[in-house]
Structures are given as structure tokens and as C-alpha cells.
């Protein structure tokens, strides 16, 4: 089965920027793919989604217009551009892929693999 393996995670202040990276042992491009986040003490959110075959992608509204999520399907990659961040942006962040579909998914019980996760801490 696959594995994903995130990276790009660090401390940052308000307002910067991070690019996260999300690796796949085995070829991506069947799969579409998503980010999530979990703060501390918190719940597993819903951040961004790529679809496979059909490109499309579907953000939460509280990082709508300031991350973005791509694919690099040759790198076996997914990629989350984080601007202006914020301290609410500080949460372990978590790359998934689920293992059918060609559109985007967004929830958690959708995705079928799920990498360790990496974090991001926002300084005020």
C-alpha cells in the first residue's frame, strides 16, 4: 500500500509563508489527495483537496484565498502553499490519499491512506 511522508513543516511568524511537500512510495496520479490539520486538543479538520484525473480542488473557507494545493503526479508529490498564516493556522498538518475517484473529497472518512504528519507552529 502506499505511504505518505510529510515534510516542510516549522516555526514561522504571522503573516509568512511555508510550502508543505507530501511524498508517495508508489505513483499518485489515480489518486485524489487532501490536507488536513489538527490543532492541539482539537479535532481533525478538513483543509484542501486535489482531485486525480479531474484537477479540481476545494479549500475550507478559513484558508480559502491563501493556501494553495497542488500535484506534481512525475514527483509522486502533493504540495499545500501557506500564506499570510496565522497563530489559528498552528496545527499538525496531515497529507491523505484516497485510493478511488477522479474529483476531490474533503471528508475524513473518504481518504484511505494517511501520512504521519508534520507541524506547523505560527508565532503571533
Known amino acids: 500500500q502506499v505511504q505518505l511522508v510529510e515534510s516542510g513543516g516549522g516555526l514561522v511568524q504571522a503573516g509568512g509563508s511555508l510550502r508543505l511537500s507530501c511524498t508517495a512510495s508508489d505513483r499518485i496520479g489515480t489518486y485524489p489527495m487532501g490536507w488536513f490539520r489538527q490543532a492541539p486538543a482539537g479535532e481533525r479538520k478538513f483543509v484542501a483537496s486535489i482531485g486525480s484525473s479531474d484537477p479540481s480542488t476545494h479549500y475550507a473557507d478559513s484558508v480559502s484565498g491563501r493556501f494553495t494545493i497542488d500535484r506534481v503526479n512525475a514527483n509522486n508529490t502533493v504540495y499545500l502553499q501557506m500564506n499570510n498564516l496565522s497563530f489559528e493556522d498552528t496545527a499538525v498538518y496531515y497529507c491523505?490519499?484516497?485510493?478511488?475517484?477522479?474529483?476531490?473529497?474533503?471528508?475524513?472518512?473518504?481518504?484511505?491512506?494517511w501520512g504521519q504528519g508534520t507541524q506547523v507552529t505560527v508565532s503571533s
Open positions: 491523505a490519499a484516497r485510493l478511488s475517484g477522479s474529483s476531490y473529497y474533503w471528508q475524513l472518512y473518504e481518504f484511505d491512506v
